[in-house]
């Protein structure tokens, strides 16, 4: 039972990380998407310094979410692919 949830723990982990690090990778796209998406709202027409300090701040909320989720399922990995490991 033991090796059962420690199988599941480490694939639920590596899922994690590899979520982490497709957030940390497409924030920028995101980022533009958001500005671009905040122009249309407005009507065609944004000040530059709104729509860079717009993209900049979606893009460092999705590298630390990121980062924050890749962290836990990286330590995550590491812990249960010892655990496991002992198992075996």
């Known amino acids: 039972m033991k090796k059962k949830i420690a199988v599941y723990t480490f694939v639920g982990m590596c899922l994690g990380f ?11 796209t995101r980022g533009f998407y958001e500005g671009t998406r905040f122009v249309r709202r407005m009507g065609g027409s944004v000040d530059t310094n709104q729509f860079e300090i717009l993209i900049e ?3 460092i909320s999705y590298q630390a979410g990121g980062f ?21």
């Open 18 to 28: 590899i979520v982490g690090l497709v957030l940390i990778f497409s924030a920028p």
């Open 57 to 59: 701040g979606t893009i």
């Open 68 to 88: 924050v989720i890749s962290l836990v399922g990286g330590l995550g990995m590491i812990v249960s692919g010892y655990v496991l490991h002992k198992e075996l």
